[in-house]
């Protein structure tokens, strides 16, 4: 069996929420199988990575192996935040999809 390329939204969901200019994303794989591939190509170096043309200072991020998922808590990438931010997703929903567009590589 070959290794395949898919994007984080063919096997995951996520959700977006925000406190202050701090955006937490929570990504939950479909399959448990799929998890340790996730957890091992995103990491807090490539989503800092993916999010620092919006001024991402810091990623954290905790796993969940248990729900087979991860939460990242990324620091300054909302723009000041819903009450500092001149842009129309204040919140950060909008992330969420940037996150998902990620590709990985699955065992075959």
């Known amino acids: 069996m070959t290794a395949?390329?898919?994007?984080?939204?063919?096997i995951a969901h996520a959700r977006a929420g925000d406190k202050g200019n701090r955006l937490n994303l929570s990504l939950f794989v479909y399959d448990p199988v799929d998890y340790d591939a996730v957890v091992s190509?995103?990491?807090?170096?490539?989503?800092?990575?993916?999010?620092a043309h919006r001024g991402a200072t810091r990623v954290r991020?905790?796993?969940?192996?248990?729900?087979?998922?991860?939460?990242?808590?990324i620091d300054a990438v909302l723009q000041g935040g819903v009450n500092g931010a001149?842009?129309?997703?204040g919140h950060g929903k909008s992330l969420s999809y940037r996150l998902l567009a990620l590709e990985v590589t699955l065992p075959g």
Request: charged share 20%; no cysteine.
């Open 4 to 10: 395949r390329r898919v994007t984080l939204h063919e």
């Open 41 to 51: 190509q995103v990491t807090e170096q490539r989503v800092l990575a993916t999010f």
């Open 61 to 73: 991020r905790h796993l969940l192996p248990q729900l087979a998922g991860m939460n990242l808590v």
């Open 86 to 89: 001149l842009n129309l997703d």
